[in-house]
């Protein structure tokens, strides 16, 4: 008997200890490209600032003071996967996942103090117009720069994301995307300004490096409005809107022994699913089958929602039926 308990246990620790070095591989990839995009947002803001001085853009302004916030937003990413790995405590049952949501929250916050400001700035130099834009191939290059180290950035953190399920990550990610978008627009902007110095017929573009920066802010405030709101909804523990809950019902209830499957409760913490259902058996089916079968509803119900936490409550049928 001893022999026994010791062969199961020598079987279950090897499983144990792959699942433990999975998941420290996957707290230090998420570490480390998360800091990653720290250090790039450093090099973008001390660049973009730079120029933006030197040149006295607003477009490229506007993209500098982004970027400082780009990097208020990827330390605080950096600081949330790193929190919200730790495991599971006796005060957070649940695990440390929903420092993730409030890593995305926080990061809406910043990312609209920057529409405010890019704003205010924008319709100041439109209502006084004066500030002499000097436009050189610096300008022109830094902002091909920019766009080259975000769509690297913007990769990275976004196969990460989906990789480990992190909406942290994916907010980091879709912080770089934007920038993208935003830096195309700065150049246009300064192509316009070239444009009406060399045909006097097309002064008004001169203020095309204005008019760039507030789509900067339109481009931001989107991108803001869309990552509050789904971080507000992963806080109030709202359900997926992808058909998920109907997908498990109608396989679970199909599956043999399965008289029904009902109350499907679904809530994300972080990068984690967490589902609890009930399911209708009949009434005489042994423990063990019905241990059995919730494995395998449990397994069903990861290939919908990959690497969710499962709890299955087992009702009996009232007519005893297997």
Same mark, same amino acid.
């Given at each position: 008997?001893?022999?026994?308990?010791?062969?199961?246990?020598?079987?279950?620790?090897?499983?144990?200890?792959?699942?433990?070095?999975?998941?420290?591989?996957?707290?230090?990839?998420?570490?480390?490209?998360?800091?990653?995009?720290?250090?790039?947002?450093?090099?973008?803001?001390?660049?973009?600032?730079?120029?933006?001085?030197?040149?006295?853009?607003?477009?490229?302004?506007?993209?500098?003071?982004?970027?400082?916030?780009?990097?208020?937003?990827?330390?605080?990413?950096?600081?949330?996967?790193?929190?919200?790995?730790?495991?599971?405590?006796?005060?957070?049952?649940?695990?440390?996942?929903?420092?993730?949501?409030?890593?995305?929250?926080?990061?809406?916050?910043?990312?609209?103090?920057?529409?405010?400001?890019?704003?205010?700035?924008?319709?100041?130099?439109?209502?006084?117009?004066?500030?002499?834009?000097?436009? =050189? %191939?610096?300008?022109?290059?830094?902002?091909? &720069?920019?766009?080259?180290?975000? *769509?690297? $950035? /913007?990769?990275? #953190?976004?196969?990460?994301?989906?990789?480990?399920?992190?909406?942290?990550?994916?907010?980091?990610?879709?912080?770089?995307?934007?920038?993208?978008?935003?830096?195309?627009?700065?150049?246009?902007?300064?192509?316009?300004?070239?444009?009406?110095?060399?045909?006097?017929?097309?002064?008004?573009?001169?203020?095309?490096?204005?008019?760039?920066?507030?789509?900067?802010?339109?481009?931001?405030?989107?991108?803001?409005?869309?990552?509050?709101?789904?971080?507000?909804?992963?806080?109030?523990?709202?359900?997926?809107?992808?058909?998920?809950?109907?997908?498990?019902?109608?396989?679970?209830?199909?599956?043999?022994?399965?008289?029904?499957?009902?109350?499907?409760?679904?809530?994300?913490?972080?990068? =984690? %699913?967490?589902?609890?259902?009930?399911?209708? &058996?009949?009434?005489?089916?042994? *423990?063990? $089958? /019905?241990?059995? #079968?919730?494995?395998?509803?449990?397994?069903?119900?990861?290939?919908?929602?990959?690497?969710?936490?499962?709890?299955?409550?087992?009702?009996?049928?009232?007519?005893?039926?297997?």
């Amino acid at each position: 008997m001893a022999r026994a308990v010791d062969s199961t246990a020598a079987a279950r620790d090897p499983a144990e200890s792959a699942a433990a070095a999975a998941a420290r591989e996957a707290r230090r990839e998420k570490s480390a490209v998360a800091l990653s995009s720290v250090f790039a947002a450093v090099a973008l803001t001390a660049l973009k600032g730079v120029v933006g001085v030197l040149t006295g853009s607003l477009g490229i302004l506007a993209e500098a003071v982004h970027s400082a916030l780009d990097l208020v937003a990827a330390f605080t990413t950096w600081v949330a996967v790193r929190a919200a790995d730790r495991p599971a405590d006796r005060n957070h049952p649940y695990g440390h996942g929903k420092i993730e949501n409030l890593s995305a929250l926080f990061e809406t916050l910043l990312l609209l103090a920057t529409v405010i400001w890019i704003v205010w700035e924008s319709v100041q130099r439109l209502l006084n117009p004066g500030t002499h834009v000097e436009v =050189t %191939w610096w300008a022109f290059g830094v902002m091909g &720069v920019s766009i080259a180290v975000d *769509v690297s $950035r /913007s990769r990275r #953190l976004d196969a990460a994301a989906r990789k480990h399920r992190s909406q942290a990550l994916e907010a980091d990610a879709l912080h770089f995307r934007t920038d993208i978008w935003s830096s195309c627009v700065v150049i246009l902007g300064l192509g316009q300004v070239l444009l009406a110095r060399a045909v006097p017929q097309l002064s008004f573009l001169e203020h095309g490096d204005s008019m760039a920066a507030l789509a900067v802010a339109a481009i931001v405030a989107m991108v803001s409005l869309r990552l509050g709101w789904r971080s507000l909804q992963a806080l109030l523990d709202a359900s997926p809107r992808g058909g998920e809950r109907e997908t498990i019902e109608r396989e679970v209830s199909a599956l043999a022994g399965v008289i029904d499957a009902h109350d499907i409760r679904i809530r994300a913490s972080g990068g =984690t %699913w967490f589902v609890d259902m009930h399911v209708t &058996v009949g009434g005489d089916m042994t *423990v063990r $089958r /019905s241990h059995d #079968l919730t494995e395998q509803i449990e397994e069903l119900v990861r290939r919908v929602l990959p690497g969710s936490d499962v709890t299955v409550h087992v009702e009996p049928a009232d007519d005893g039926g297997d």
